[in-house]
């Protein structure tokens, strides 16, 4: 079966990493995936056409053009399946992979997707949406808002989990400190002021305590200037953006994240699948694992002082830290597994192809 792929981009980022790891999968099983993106290839994609495969930009342009492109892509390419990745993927290749013949159209909604909706995308979506065989959510919550969405299509919309490849575990290799660690953006969304703030609180009670900040993004320099604010750059690394995560989750303790607003995030994922703990904000698709695994704390956004406490207790009760760890590498073992959410999208191509 030959898939197409259409995203914004590849560059570094969960429904970009999603997107990769579909690939190889699904080359391993003698499908043929390819990749087109709207903006620019990225690392991630890079990556992929060191490793054989197809990957193409179609560039920037005004909507007219941008579907006479992906028109004439799918038609040159005849992909019996076009999955596209987020709404504007979906705006831009939709219509153009029904009317080029695409067997199978299907969209993924790989963020939150939470109410005040930004009204103009989601009308674009929306019609967008009548070209697609289904909708995909990546979690409860995602469903849920598009539901609400305008022009919601609630009768072929489905959820399907986010999985991800499991990290190879290894010993933490830091018997002094008691490590945190955060992988991902460093925007505004993910409001890491909170978790600066309780970590900051957290160490005035406990000076072992050490937070590793993985990632890039708009928000760095205001982190690191309120780190320097709050006293506890000795305590903080900002190891900006890393391809490889592995070494990061394997030498910390927990996992944690305080966004705002979040759809399911690999990171999250990948922590799980390694037995790590989590600390997480109640929103979204990232509070509804942590509650179905029942693998680390949940505390209401934006309330550091509540956050500190969590941060604690995490450190303090080794008992209950080891029950978290019980508890999400399970949870990842049954719900979240790469095989899991790649047989789930092929049987969904299958379906809406039968």
């Known amino acids: 079966m030959k898939i197409a792929h259409i995203v914004d981009s590849m560059e570094v980022g969960g429904a970009e990493t999603i997107v990769a790891q579909l690939c190889r999968w699904q080359r391993q099983q003698g499908h043929d995936p390819l990749v087109f993106a709207h903006l620019r290839c990225g690392p991630l994609g890079e990556r992929l056409k060191s490793e054989g495969f197809h990957v193409e930009v ?3 342009a005004h909507i007219p053009s941008i579907l006479r492109q992906f028109y004439s892509t799918f038609k040159k390419h005849k992909p019996e399946v076009v999955h596209c990745h987020n709404p504007t993927p979906t705006i831009y290749a939709a219509a153009s992979a029904r009317f080029a013949g695409a067997e ?40 849920e808002n598009l539901r609400h969405a305008p022009l919601s299509r609630t009768r072929r919309l489905l959820r399907i989990y986010n999985g991800a490849e499991p990290l190879a575990p290894a010993t933490v290799s830091s018997p002094v400190h008691f490590v945190f660690v955060y992988i991902g953006r460093l925007a505004p969304v993910k409001n890491h002021e909170t978790m600066l703030r309780g970590f900051a609180i957290a160490v005035s009670s406990n000076s072992s305590l050490r937070l590793r900040m993985v990632g890039d993004g708009p ?3 205001t982190l690191e200037d309120l780190a320097r604010e709050l ?21 910390a303790h927990a996992f944690v994240m305080s966004s705002r607003s979040e759809g ?9 699948s390694i037995g790590l703990p989590s600390i997480v904000t109640d929103v979204g698709g990232m509070a509804e694992v942590v509650r179905l ?24 009760d080794s008992q209950k830290r080891a029950e978290f760890s019980r508890c999400a590498k399970a949870a990842f073992d049954r719900w979240f597994t790469l095989e899991a959410m790649a047989r789930s999208y092929m049987e969904l191509y299958s379906r809406r192809k039968a």
């Open 58 to 60: 179609i560039g920037p």
């Open 104 to 143: 199978t159209v299907i969209s993924t909604r790989h963020s939150l997707v939470a109410p005040p909706y930004n009204k103009s995308q989601e009308l674009k979506f929306g019609i967008a949406a009548r070209f697609c065989d289904a909708i995909v959510g990546i979690c409860d919550a995602t469903v």
């Open 219 to 221: 928000s760095r320099a």
């Open 231 to 251: 006293k506890i750059t000795e305590k903080v690394e900002f190891a900006g953006q890393q391809l490889s995560v592995a070494p990061f989750m394997n030498s």
């Open 264 to 272: 399911l995030p690999m990171s999250l994922l990948q922590a799980m």
């Open 293 to 316: 695994s029942h693998g680390g704390f949940i505390v209401p956004v934006g309330h550091p002082q509540e956050y500190a406490e969590a941060l604690l207790s995490m450190s303090a």
